[in-house]
């Protein structure tokens, strides 16, 4: 009784084996519940079974779909391949693969699907093609947008002068547009390259820089700096780089940002218009200086007049006193006529629009300016080395010229030294876009930090001991400005002076 009562309780416990048609039951409720639909084929490709979810992926019914061979429903431009890839996998047993196609719908429309195959043949009970679909059409539509997305991103950013590079938080590139590519030889001295460090790309003695850059974003800041490179038509470049920090979604920085863009002609145009600034500033200053000086040397002269004729005696020409009166006078008339013809002769310098240019050789003229001041020089004892070998013409004014040489030598000549002879070296080189010519001497020299803004003004000595009006390097100076150069200065006190006037070379 005891014995019963245990074999009965064991027998509850082992749960009986389901018979076949169970098995089959429970196959089908499995199937039939998956979002997936399952497909057999024979080996003609002709569909002997379908899941009930077919009805919701493609609007057939499984009886309409049983008797069809699977292939008919693919689009015309996949079922080749697709039909080589399942009949190619009859005469390999257990073989399974997956691939994606167009599939059409009851309603004519292509949807995408993923079909994963297996042959099992020779699994008995089974002796079929099993394919398991999913629908992916969503999954396709989003990457098609995404695809999309991406080319007009790729179109914009790869069509923009302004370049772009990502890099991660370890500094190795994301990605990068073309723009950044064609130019990366030039900032980088080598081509992008997905992956690598940034760092890989930077001369040696520039990383310390960059990593002082990356460390102000990597806290928050955004950086600028600028570069100049030669691109390989031997056109100059200045661009400006901008590092800026990549958030995450927490806020995080996980990334560098960088742009670059070219601020060349930005940059001359600013550069033109401080120029133009500066001119005007100039003409400004000259003008209120020339204003001046005209009221102040002329006033002198014309008072002086008026009060020697004030004293001239009417009723007795003869007087002694008046002939006298009459010197003077004369004296002062002559001092008007000379400041008025200088500042007559600054008038047309400054105003000259069309100034005759020709072909004019240094040589030749300083071998007629010496011919000018060899009395002078003798006088000083002093010698003059000259040497234009490296470049002996320019297309200039001869007279401008001439006049600058004058001025520039005999200068050095009335300030030599009293301690030694003076020795003069003049020498023409080409520095860039200009020739250039050089006057040194061994005299006087001058305090330029006293004197520097005063140096080229109108009726400015630095040397009261010494003859001279104080209009030479004024004029010196209008004379190379109205020519489009330049002129440059340095000296010492006691050790000599060294000018340098740059002539624009014509191109």
């Known amino acids: 009784m005891v014995k019963a009562s245990a074999d009965s309780l064991a027998s509850d416990k082992i749960p009986s084996k389901p018979s076949i048609a169970g098995k089959e039951d429970l196959f089908k409720l499995l199937v039939n519940s998956s979002p997936n639909v399952f497909l057999l084929t024979d080996e003609a490709l002709v569909c002997t079974y379908s899941s009930t979810a077919i009805k919701e992926f493609f609007g057939y019914t499984p009886e309409e779909i049983v008797g069809m061979q699977v292939v008919e429903l693919v689009h015309p431009q996949d079922r080749d391949r697709i039909r080589d890839l399942l009949l190619g996998s009859i005469n390999e047993p257990n073989k399974r693969f997956v691939f994606e196609c167009r599939v059409r719908n009851k309603q004519g429309n292509y949807v995408w699907i993923e079909n994963s195959v297996s042959n099992l043949f020779s699994s ?6 099993v394919m398991n679909i999913r629908n992916i059409q969503s999954k396709k539509c989003a990457d098609e947008a995404l695809m999309q997305a991406e080319q007009r991103l790729s179109l914009l950013l790869n069509n923009t002068a302004e370049s772009f590079i990502l890099l991660n938080s370890r500094l190795r590139i994301i990605t990068y547009n073309k723009a950044a590519q064609e130019q990366s030889p030039f900032f980088y001295g080598q081509p992008l390259q997905s992956g690598i460090s940034v760092l890989d790309l930077i001369n040696k003695e520039d990383i310390p820089d960059y990593l002082n850059v990356f460390e102000q974003v990597f806290k928050g800041h955004e950086v600028e700096r600028e570069s100049k490179f030669i691109d390989l038509k031997e056109n100059a470049h200045i661009y400006s780089h901008t590092f800026r920090p990549i958030l995450n979604k927490e806020d995080d920085i996980d990334g560098v940002f960088i742009t670059s863009k070219d601020i060349t002609e930005k940059t001359r145009v600013k550069s033109e218009q401080k120029a133009l600034t500066d001119e005007l500033v100039k003409n400004n200053q000259d003008l209120q200086q020339f204003s001046f000086i005209t009221s102040h040397n002329l006033r002198a002269p014309v008072a002086n007049l008026l009060s020697l004729l004030s004293l001239y005696n009417k009723e007795n020409p003869l007087d002694e006193f008046n002939q006298l009166l009459i010197e003077k006078s004369e004296q002062a008339a002559q001092q008007l006529n000379q400041t008025l013809t ?82 003069i070296k003049v020498c023409s080189y080409i520095k860039g876009q200009w020739a250039v010519v050089e006057f040194v001497d061994n005299g006087l020299g001058m305090d330029l930090d006293r004197y520097r803004d005063r140096l080229f ?25 109205a020519m489009g150069g330049k002129i440059e200065v340095e000296s010492e006190p006691g050790v000599g002076t060294r000018f340098q006037v740059f002539f624009k070379l014509q191109e």
Do not use: C, W
């Open 457 to 481: 003004g109108l009726y400015q000595r630095f040397h009261g001991n010494i003859e001279g009006k104080g209009l030479g390097l004024y004029m010196t100076r209008s004379q190379i400005t």
């Open 124 to 129: 008995t009970g089974v002796n079929a093609i």
């Open 342 to 423: 200088d500042l007559l002769n600054i008038l047309v310098i400054k105003s000259a629009t069309n100034i005759q240019l020709e072909q004019v050789s240094f040589s030749d003229v300083f071998a007629i300016v010496k011919k000018n001041i060899d009395s002078l020089l003798e006088q000083q004892k002093g010698v003059i080395y000259t040497d234009f070998s490296i470049i002996d013409q320019i297309q200039y004014n001869r007279i401008h010229l001439e006049s600058i040489f004058l001025n520039m030598i005999s200068n050095a000549i009335r300030y030599s030294s009293p301690d030694r002879n003076p020795v």
